[in-house]
């Protein structure tokens, strides 16, 4: 386990609103062993020795500290009358040092203390993936020291990264960012191509002696080769919440095992769609190289498909055992009323409000019937299979202008339809009736309406067009 020492300047930082320590979150069970606060006016050493000296008295809201010394000990869970002695026998052993300094500049403190030459350096500030600018400003201010700098970015888990690795995975994800923006796709496109982006790296857990985190952390996917679940919509909510399009973390198990996936209110006025649909990416991935691109079944799905769908696994949820209809749900919460269960419908419903937008004009009590029904309508709403044909091509379109080993034929499309059930032909009397007197299978009327609808359409024109183009274009390269 790494020891981290936090040193700040403002003895508030120690402490939560509640007044109790703040505790910081690590995958590996990684907190700070000790933490202490400092003036600022003199070096680290002659700090720690006025304060051995003086009784120091620190009044945070309720809770009152009054000790000889300030060192927080977190195992013990209070503050230590530790000697001066000790102390400095600690930091000999201490791997990082967290600065959260508000009164001095933090480069300079750096530069003042020798003791903190050789440590590797948290500068306390969370870095977006928006802050280009201070990104670089940081990169130019610690030049001379930036191999021992560290800072805590956001989608790591509280894990603090290089100052560098951070600077790599804010460009690489902007770089990404501004390249969709470029191509004007409508929302559900643009999350195709995430969602298709993401599925280039292959599912691959970290090893037994590694942490959690290489899987997990958005700094150590960019950058690495491992991935799981998590780490799917880590990387797929960072990207498309760059892109104004929010992303729910649904986590589900089953008897043994969590899996993630994600939730995403999807508002597409081109293809008029307005929904609340399950996209799962793990499931949905290929070890071939190119063998993701054949796979949407579990890309867009509502409540309904994703509860039934064996696909999916036998995944158990929250949301899952739930009823699917606005009538079903006011039934049971009426049953259920005062009563344990009345909470996980009422959670449910309110989860619904705030992914869709919806306002209950009685927030606080029994949801409002208007309200449930509108936001029940949003969740069970199959996207037309004509729909995802033309969202797929206009989105392929593109991935086979970057890429020529992207599947972009009609074969392809009529393969990629079926292993997604985007059902042409649906199991009703008229597809049955079909079967019976013209002597046809399911699957020949699947593919016959597949096919009709492609005709109807550009789709194959611009299929042939765009592939002409490309050659066109290579053989010029080549004269």
């Known amino acids: 386990m790494q020891n ?27 907190v700070p062993e000790l933490c202490f606060y400092v003036e600022t006016d003199e070096k680290l050493k002659k700090e720690l020795n006025k304060i051995k ?16 010394e300030t060192f927080f000990n977190k195992k013990a869970g209070n503050f230590d009358n530790v000697s001066f002695d000790s102390m400095m026998s600690v930091l000999d052993t201490i791997d990082y040092i967290e600065l959260n300094l508000e009164k001095v500049d933090t480069l300079e403190y750096i530069k003042n203390n020798d003791i903190l030459s050789n440590k590797k350096i948290i ?38 990264v290089k100052l560098e690795d951070c600077a790599k995975v804010i460009n690489t994800i902007k770089n990404i960012v501004d390249r969709i923006k470029s191509y004007n796709f409508s929302t559900l496109e643009t999350i195709m191509y995430v969602y298709d982006l993401i599925r280039y790296k292959k599912y691959n857990e970290e090893n037994d002696d590694e942490s959690l985190s290489e899987s997990r952390n958005l700094s150590k996917i960019v950058l690495g080769d491992k991935i799981v679940c998590e780490g799917y919509v880590t990387y797929f909510m960072a990207i498309l919440k760059q892109l104004n ?14 899996h993630s996936r994600a939730t995403i209110y999807v ?17 949905d991935n290929s070890i071939d190289e190119m063998g993701h691109l054949d796979n949407y079944r579990c890309f867009a799905k509502t409540k309904k498909e994703i509860d039934i769908d064996n696909k999916f696994g036998n995944f158990n949820h929250k949301d899952k055992n739930l009823p699917t209809t606005s009538k079903e749900f006011l039934k049971c919460l009426d049953k259920n009323k005062n009563t344990f269960y009345n909470k996980d419908y009422i959670n449910w419903i309110h989860k619904l409000y705030r992914l869709t937008g919806i306002k209950d004009s009685n927030p606080n009590g029994m949801p409002d019937e208007k309200a449930v029904e509108l936001a029940f309508s949003k969740i069970n709403r199959p996207i037309d299979p004509t729909i995802m044909v033309n969202v797929l091509h206009n989105v392929r379109k593109v991935e086979y202008l970057e890429n020529n080993n992207v599947p972009f034929s009609i074969e392809d499309y009529f393969y990629i339809t079926k292993n997604a059930n985007w059902n042409f032909a649906d199991d009703d009397a008229e597809n049955k009736l079909l079967c019976a007197f013209f002597g046809k299978t399911m699957e020949e009327i699947e593919a016959e309406k597949f096919y009709n609808f492609i005709e109807s359409t550009n789709i194959g024109k611009e299929i ?14 080549m004269l």
């Open 464 to 477: 042939k067009n765009i592939k002409n183009e490309k050659v066109l274009k290579l053989n010029n390269q």
């Open 123 to 160: 500068i306390s500030k969370t870095i977006r993936l928006t802050d280009f600018d201070k990104i670089n400003k940081m990169l130019e201010k610690y030049k001379d020291i930036k191999e021992n700098i560290y800072v805590y970015m956001e989608y790591d888990n509280c894990d603090c």
């Open 267 to 283: 508002k597409d006025d081109k293809y008029n769609i307005d929904g609340l649909y399950y996209f799962d990416p793990t499931r």
């Open 245 to 258: 399009i929010d992303v729910e973390h649904d986590s589900v198990y089953d008897r043994f095992v969590g």
């Open 53 to 68: 000296k003086s009784k120091i008295k620190y009044k945070y809201e309720n809770f009152i500290l009054e000790h000889n």
């Open 4 to 30: 981290i020492l936090m040193i700040t300047d403002n003895i508030e930082n120690l402490f939560d609103m509640k007044g109790n320590f703040k505790s910081i979150r690590f995958y590996d069970d990684i």
